[in-house]
């Protein structure tokens, strides 16, 4: 019984800082957490009712992926993004998350398409009122929703890493009126999955990356 203790307790730890780290990856990719906004590891464990180490812990993990950045002492960031990261990123989500959408359009069947059907609804509901927070989450659970179609937990965990980079500054599409240009490649993306169209599909989640591209560069 002693020995069963010894290896239980480790991972109550490691799914606590799980829980955290999940959190936290929730509310940069949501943009939960701004440019220019600072966290502190005494703030998040308070919001969070867990003691500081599981947060620590996370942070750790989200610094070294790129998406964290110390700023000064204990205070914690989303990093700048310079010219040259926006295009590094942009060039790997134009290779990945179209072909991830062709993936979808191949594996999905039955039911999983009226899921994605709702959160497509989601996104036309929030861009045509024009809630600007909304929509970004409704953004991200969409995209996130056809990467999950393609069935590939490695596929999933590239594009994360990079949204977690790129997805603090797409406010910045809000002053572009980019919102019903992309809801036109948003549309093209669902009906061609709904259709079971791979090549289609790959196409219009290219243009949709590639029109958020341009617009981005000219704030770079």
């Not at 979808?104 to 059907?117: K, Q």
């Not at 409704?138 to 596929?155: G, P």
């Not at 240009?181 to 079971?196: D, P």
Request: charged letters at 20%; a negative charge; proline letters at 4%.
């Amino acid at each position: 019984m002693h020995g069963i203790s010894e290896h239980v307790l480790p991972l109550r730890r490691e799914t606590l800082e799980d829980g955290v780290y999940r959190q936290l990856c929730e509310l940069i990719l949501k943009g939960g957490i701004a440019p220019g906004e600072s966290i502190t590891v005494a703030s998040l464990a308070d919001a969070f009712q867990v003691s500081p180490m599981p947060v620590r812990n996370a942070l750790t993990r989200l610094t070294s992926s790129g998406a964290l950045t110390v700023i000064s002492g204990r205070t914690i960031g989303i990093p700048k993004l310079t010219r040259q990261r926006l295009e590094e990123v942009m060039r790997v989500r134009l290779t990945v998350e179209p072909a991830a959408t062709a993936w979808a359009a191949e594996n999905t069947r039955g039911t999983e398409i009226d899921f994605l059907s709702e959160k497509f609804q989601a996104l036309m509901d929030n861009e045509k009122g024009g809630y600007t927070k909304l929509y970004l989450q409704a953004n991200y659970d969409f995209h996130f929703e056809v990467y999950r179609l393609a069935q590939s937990q490695v596929m999933m965990s590239i594009i994360e890493t990079l949204w977690l980079q790129i997805s603090p500054y797409f406010h910045m599409l809000t002053a572009s009126e980019n919102f019903r240009v992309s809801q036109r490649h948003h549309e093209a993306i669902f009906t061609n999955i709904e259709q079971r169209r791979p090549q289609e599909a790959h196409q219009a989640m290219h243009a949709d990356i590639a029109d958020a591209f341009e617009l981005l560069k000219r704030f770079f």
